[in-house]
């Protein structure tokens, strides 16, 4: 099955940083998300990103499918960015694969 | 924004008892779905349910686990006789036909 490897697993910012997170697939996938996990353990879904860029205000996730990767870029982070940072995808069907998670801490 | 609706948010069981986690998807969506989450792991799959049917399980979802669709509102997940390695954050999350998966905030289930 899919393979999902994240990096950096750990990542500190001093808020007002920028940061790049990755994902790397281990096989073609047709869907591919991004979700931030909050303090209270929710998961927000950040991008639906099979291929492509796309921009949501400080976010912004390009995939590039051809090369099996994706990245999140969050920039001028503030300290409600904290959490874990998943990324998840899937061939043609719901089963979601996630990877292990990026925790990103950003510091006052 | 549409969202999906879990209840209860925490259940706390003692290992052998019978629990159902309540699941309200996004009320045009099709496809359903549960995941689950042990504190400190990835979010893994448990099982997908379409047009009243499980149409895919994980080897987590065993003969413990069932889920029902009892009317046209619900997704229910029960576990018939937990375990202590069952406690875990549970998640539902359903998609329409672009599998774009909502997840709901989760029940953290807690066996004792």
């Known amino acids: 099955g899919i393979q999902v490897e994240q990096s950096p697993p750990d990542l500190i910012l001093q808020e007002g940083a920028n940061s790049t997170l990755r994902c790397n697939f281990s096989d073609s996938v047709n869907n591919l998300q991004w979700f931030h996990q909050n303090p209270w353990g929710q998961l927000i879904n950040l991008f639906y990103?099979?291929?492509g860029t796309k921009q949501n205000g400080r976010l912004s996730a390009t995939t590039v499918a051809t090369e099996r990767y994706s990245l999140l870029y969050i920039s001028s982070s503030q300290t409600t960015d904290s959490g874990v940072y998943f990324c998840?995808?899937?061939?043609?069907?719901?089963?979601?694969?996630f990877g292990q998670g990026t925790t990103l801490q950003v510091k006052p | 924004e549409p969202e999906v609706t879990q209840t209860p948010s925490h259940q706390v069981t003692q290992m052998g008892q019978e629990v159902i986690l309540r699941c309200v998807p996004i009320?045009?969506?099709?496809?359903f779905y549960w995941y689950r989450q042990i504190l400190g792991q990835k979010v893994e799959f448990l099982v997908s349910f379409y047009n009243n049917e499980i149409s895919e399980k994980s080897e987590i979802f065993d003969d413990q686990f069932s889920v029902e669709r009892p009317d046209g509102s619900n997704f229910t997940l029960k576990i018939r006789s937990t375990k202590l390695e069952d406690s875990a954050m549970y998640f539902c999350a359903s998609s329409d036909r672009a599998n774009v998966l909502t997840f709901g905030a989760g029940s953290r289930l807690t066996v004792l």
């Open positions: 009320s045009n969506h099709l496809y």
């Open positions: 990103i099979p291929s």
């Open positions: 998840a995808g899937s061939g043609n069907t719901g089963k979601l694969i």
